[in-house]
């Protein structure tokens, strides 16, 4: 018997034994990327024990939704805020309409050859099965810490679609009532379950899930020491997940951990057999999950995974014909024709944005494709910009409220609910560049999940930070008996403002 997680229940060959070594080289691998400080995903590609791996690592997630497109693919409520992959919302703003029956997928957006057929290591079935190892850091969170739902699920797909309408609830975002458990789904997944279904063991479990919810495999947690979405202040919910798969046995391991260590025993073990499962050879690794009448966080915080690489000897191989000057005029001069055109377009489209005066619009096409706000869960609305400009007489000095160190604040009238008008406090930040972009983003994201009775509410945005205007907040914290005259409370206001 070959030793390792990726030696169980298999025969004492030399594949078997090689691909134990391979697996066990690329778990180092994982471990070392892990302590990586860069925000971005690294890639690795190379040749460990014979057999080529590719590895992505994301040691974190400190990038906004827009700038992680590149490498992964967000669907349903997904998307990244507090430094996780947000699977499903992130919101203190209404947890009525943000965080219940919600669903959401995350997928690496990068397909990967999962088996090949007629390679020339394949099995007896004929089929080379790629192996895997992932080990990712999950959140499970009771946002108002009374009762979690529904749960989390690291998925093996044949596509990046959306979750399927209805799948919110006991399907996690995978399936629904009418597709549950129909193979034309072609997934796999490993279920981290936080409600107890009629087919469940208990509301604390892993389980295997193929093209369905009604788990193959489902293991209580708790024997383990492990209890997902904890319901007082003794833990953080964060855990460590392992899974190991080895495509020559066929075969899952599970391990949880609430420290970085991986446990010497699997809470889940299983037989798996891709090949069967997927619609195409190809399939994508990512992240699934659901909220109910009962709601939870559901987020990751790092991801690291190494997948082996397959080459389907079945497919017709091309031959490259041309050589030497020939291929370089045929792949050159396109080249340099592109090439050509790129600069003359990015010229044209320069010429055109310098004639377009885009002035202290926070509206124009500037500030709006560089700041992502769909990346901040349960924003508030938009505000027109010449509604804005009209509330506060053009931005007039005499409906300046105060000054502070990103911006200036106006008292404005603009239209609000059934027609009416409202009084607002609108902060108009100074300047386009990156960093008070970034500033934007990050007071929006803190205000708007602030919540207190004599704290004003955000109610837009769009680099304007638009608030309620209600001079009775500041009465409540100076007097007892009748409120302070405008000039007054104008006085308090540039005070408050000159600190934010």
């Known amino acids: 018997m070959t030793t390792g997680p990726w030696g169980r229940g298999g025969r004492a060959t030399t594949t078997t034994t090689s691909l134990a070594l391979l697996l066990l080289l690329l778990a180092c691998v994982a471990g070392c990327s892990i302590s990586s400080v860069r925000a971005q995903a690294t890639v690795f590609t190379?040749?460990?024990?014979?057999?080529?791996?590719?590895?992505?690592?994301?040691?974190?997630?400190?990038?906004?939704?827009?700038?992680?497109?590149?490498?992964?693919?967000?669907?349903?409520?997904?998307?990244?805020?507090?430094?996780?992959?947000?699977?499903?919302?992130?919101?203190?703003?209404?947890?009525?309409?943000?965080?219940?029956?919600?669903?959401?997928?995350i997928f690496y957006s990068t397909p990967f050859l999962l088996w090949a057929s007629n390679a020339s290591n394949a099995t007896a079935d004929g089929r080379h099965v790629a192996s895997f190892s992932t080990v990712f850091q999950i959140n499970l969170y009771r946002a108002n810490k009374t009762v979690k739902g529904e749960g989390l699920a690291f998925v093996v797909a044949s596509g990046v679609d959306d979750p399927p309408p209805g799948s919110d609830g006991g399907y996690l975002g995978l399936t629904n009532a009418s597709t549950d458990g129909l193979g034309a789904n072609g997934f796999a997944a490993v279920e981290l379950d936080?409600?107890?279904?009629?087919?469940?063991?208990?509301?604390?479990?892993?389980?295997?899930?193929?093209?369905?919810?009604?788990?193959?495999?489902?293991?209580?947690?708790?024997?383990?020491?492990?209890?997902?979405?904890?319901?007082?202040?003794?833990?953080?919910?964060?855990?460590?997940?392992?899974?190991?798969?080895?495509?020559?046995?066929?075969?899952?391991?599970?391990?949880?951990?609430?420290?970085?260590?991986?446990?010497?025993?699997?809470?889940l073990n299983a037989s798996l057999d891709l090949s069967t499962i997927l619609l195409d050879k190809t399939g994508y690794f990512g992240f699934s999950a659901s909220t109910g009448v009962d709601y939870q966080l559901?987020?990751?915080?790092?991801?690291?995974?190494?997948?082996?690489?397959?080459?389907?000897?079945?497919?017709?191989?091309?031959?490259?014909?041309?050589?030497?000057?020939?291929l370089g005029l045929v792949v050159g001069v396109p080249c340099a024709a592109a090439l050509a055109l790129g600069l003359l377009a990015g010229l044209y489209l320069m010429m055109k944005k310098r004639k377009k005066q885009v002035g202290d619009d926070p509206s124009s096409v500037v500030f709006h494709n560089a700041i992502d706000?769909?990346?901040?869960?349960?924003?508030?609305?938009?505000?027109?910009?010449?509604?804005?400009?009209?509330?506060?007489?053009?931005?007039?000095?005499?409906?300046?409220?105060?000054?502070?160190?990103?911006?200036?604040?106006y008292r404005a009238t603009v239209p609000g609910d059934n027609g009416q008008s409202m009084e607002v406090a609108v902060k108009q930040f100074s300047g386009a560049n990156t960093k008070g972009q970034e500033d934007f983003l990050a007071e929006l994201s803190i205000i708007n999940r602030l919540r207190h009775r004599n704290l004003v509410k955000l109610v837009g945005k769009k680099l304007l930070l638009i608030t309620l205007l209600h001079p009775i907040k500041f009465c409540l914290l100076v007097s007892t008996s009748s409120c302070l005259p405008w000039s007054f409370l104008s006085i308090v206001m540039s005070k408050l403002v000159s600190l934010v």
């Open 46 to 105: 190379g040749t460990v024990a014979g057999r080529e791996i590719t590895n992505f690592s994301f040691p974190k997630f400190d990038q906004n939704r827009v700038q992680l497109a590149t490498n992964l693919t967000f669907t349903g409520n997904a998307s990244v805020s507090q430094g996780a992959l947000q699977v499903t919302p992130d919101s203190a703003n209404n947890f009525e309409r943000y965080l219940v029956n919600q669903t959401g997928r």
């Open 194 to 267: 936080t409600v107890k279904q009629s087919y469940d063991p208990d509301d604390n479990h892993v389980g295997l899930d193929v093209n369905g919810v009604h788990s193959t495999a489902a293991i209580p947690l708790a024997p383990y020491g492990v209890q997902l979405a904890p319901s007082d202040n003794s833990s953080s919910g964060d855990y460590m997940v392992w899974i190991d798969y080895n495509g020559t046995t066929r075969h899952v391991w599970v391990y949880i951990s609430p420290n970085d260590t991986k446990p010497a025993t699997a809470v």
């Open 298 to 326: 559901n987020c990751v915080k790092l991801w690291n995974m190494t997948v082996e690489v397959l080459h389907d000897d079945s497919l017709p191989k091309t031959k490259t014909k041309l050589s030497g000057w020939k």
């Open 373 to 409: 706000l769909r990346s901040i869960p349960g924003v508030p609305k938009e505000f027109d910009y010449k509604e804005l400009r009209k509330g506060t007489n053009s931005f007039d000095d005499k409906m300046k409220l105060g000054q502070g160190g990103y911006g200036v604040v």
